[in-house]
């Protein structure tokens, strides 16, 4: 009888619904070790009910252009700390600075097709990212240390059910190859990601993380800010992770805000905990780790419910830690071997929808980087630095162990977590943001001299971050033409640098800075405000 009735189940079923499968694929990668934690109830982060009421009242006015333009007005007046609303007693919060709920739901049912209007929202855009962050665009590289994962997310090529996937965790040489790859393209800022499985533990990622970090090479290569993209943590291992001293931003994405969504795209394991996963960078900031990263996966539901998820869970961080996200990222839904959910979805974001989506968010959220990856082409790469992007990645591999195996060595899309959009050596992209008057950016000032979160938050709201990120970045490029870059980029660079220096409206800090260009050239390294 037994036997006949486990016939009648279809064995991946079975599986799945034993106990033995529940408690293995349900184990968390992190176990909390203290008690008395008080965290907030997760509905009162995220207000579903109110984004449709939002969206759905919304639609008439995204209609009407005097309506929408006082938005854009309101827009930059608050970015230039001109809100005539604003409490002058009251300290000054990013959001009061930034965007309502309502005035965000207007935009994003704002008509595509409306050119003049869409024009009014780019232009707006670029201008208050040209106010807070002028013209640098931070550079970083992605490093994936383990591919194993349990996870069931059905459009990421990781999920535990692709066994296509050769699945294999980098060796300590291994992983010293893979950093000194990076060190000798220039790269300063690595991202550190692994799948969630057993057999790549926490305590495996943290000695990682002291291998990272401890790596060198010639003639300059260091990696002096390591952003890390790893499962959630309990506020315990959140304290572990934050006093390695080797961590900038703690990221993780909710993937999608809309819940009935999170449970179809996650059906069982670990991250299919929607409520613990939201929890996540409350835990982070109760541990004392306060430069966090929040993001969504473009593509898994309506892009404007996201956009509305994000800025929510935004203003919580904001009113309840001081502080919003350091970054929000807006990865968009890439093809990836063995996910059925990664392309043709019913909520594929068209290539208008998200360039205003990315305005939209760097008018609601000023003074947060945004950061774009190498999942999007060269050309939509080049258009989405003109509405507000402030961080992208180059010269990415979203596979385990391919930069020592050289740039030029492209693996299938099944080694890969996702497919990519852009796949260029690192020097062409920096060389191209040169050309279109950007400043390759590799500057860490700020991480390491302890001006994160709240910190980080007073000094930009003030509109001074500038002051200080501008000729730090003039000298991480000065530093990457002198030790990595061919003669072409050296020389548009050195003429990039001398204009600069004319924008910095400090006599004295100018005067610092060429002072500091002198040393480096002399062979000085790793200068900073």
Not at 23 to 29: D, I, N, S
Not at 166 to 175: I, N, P, S
Not at 257 to 282: E, F, I, Q, V
Not at 496 to 517: C, F, G, M, T, Y
Request: charged share 25%; glycine share 6%.
């Amino acid at each position: 009888m037994l036997r006949a009735t486990k016939r009648c189940i279809p064995s991946i079923l079975f599986r799945r619904t034993s106990p033995l499968f529940v408690q293995k694929r349900f184990a968390r990668w992190s176990v909390e070790k203290e008690t008395n934690i008080k965290l907030p109830d997760p509905s009162t982060i995220i207000n579903e009910q109110l984004i449709h009421e939002l969206l759905e009242s919304t639609k008439s006015l995204a209609k009407d252009h005097q309506h929408v333009k006082k938005i854009l007005e309101r827009a930059r007046n608050s970015a230039l700390l001109k809100s005539k609303n604003r409490d002058p007693c009251q300290p000054m919060s990013e959001f009061v600075q930034g965007l309502s709920l309502e005035d965000t739901a207007t935009l994003l049912n704002v008509d595509e097709k409306d050119t003049e209007i869409m024009n009014s929202l780019y232009t707006t855009a670029l201008y208050i990212k040209e106010l807070i962050y002028g013209n640098r665009i931070v550079l970083f590289a992605p490093l994936y240390i383990s591919n194993y994962c349990v996870g069931s997310c059905l459009y990421c090529g990781y999920r535990g059910e692709n066994k296509a996937m050769k699945r294999t965790a980098l060796t300590k040489e291994q992983l010293i190859e893979e950093v000194k790859a990076l060190e000798r393209l220039g790269h300063k800022r690595i991202m550190m990601l692994t799948g969630e499985s057993p057999k790549f533990t926490f305590d495996n990622f943290l000695d990682a993380l002291h291998t990272a970090a401890s790596v060198k090479t010639e003639p300059s290569g260091e990696i002096r800010r390591i952003n890390v993209e790893i499962p959630s943590l309990s506020v315990s291992d959140f304290r572990r992770l934050k006093a390695t001293n080797h961590v900038g931003t703690y990221v993780l994405f909710q993937e999608t805000y809309h819940r009935d969504t999170y449970k179809k795209m996650h059906p069982y394991g670990p991250k299919s905990d929607y409520d613990y996963r939201l929890l996540t960078m409350d835990r982070a900031q109760i541990a004392g780790l306060d430069d966090v990263g929040i993001g969504a996966l473009f593509g898994l539901y309506d892009y404007r419910f996201e956009v509305m998820g994000l800025l929510q869970h935004a203003q919580h961080l904001d009113k309840t830690y001081g502080a919003g996200p350091h970054t929000i990222s807006i990865p968009r839904l890439r093809p990836a071997d063995h996910a059925p959910m990664s392309s043709n979805t019913d909520h594929t974001v068209s290539d208008e929808q998200f360039k205003k989506l990315v305005a939209i968010i760097r008018c609601a959220v000023p003074y947060t980087g945004m950061i774009l990856t190498t999942r999007e082409s060269p050309q939509m790469r080049r258009e989405l630095l003109h509405v507000g992007i402030s961080q992208m990645s180059a010269g990415s591999k979203v596979d385990v162990g391919s930069y020592s195996e050289g740039e030029e060595v492209h693996k299938d899309d099944v080694e890969g977590q996702f497919s990519l959009g852009d796949e260029r050596p690192t020097h062409i992209v920096i060389r191209e943001l040169i050309e279109m008057g950007y400043i390759p950016s590799w500057c860490t000032a700020c991480y390491r001299m302890g001006r994160t979160g709240e910190k980080f938050m007073k000094i930009a709201k003030k509109g001074e971050i500038q002051n200080m990120c501008h000729p730090n970045a003039i000298m991480t490029l000065a530093e990457y033409l002198h030790d990595y870059a061919d003669e072409e980029t050296r020389r548009k660079g050195w003429e990039l640098i001398e204009k600069e220096q004319l924008n910095i409206p400090s006599e004295q800090k100018r005067q610092v800075l060429r002072k500091n260009l002198e040393a480096i050239a002399k062979g000085a390294r790793d200068l900073y405000f």
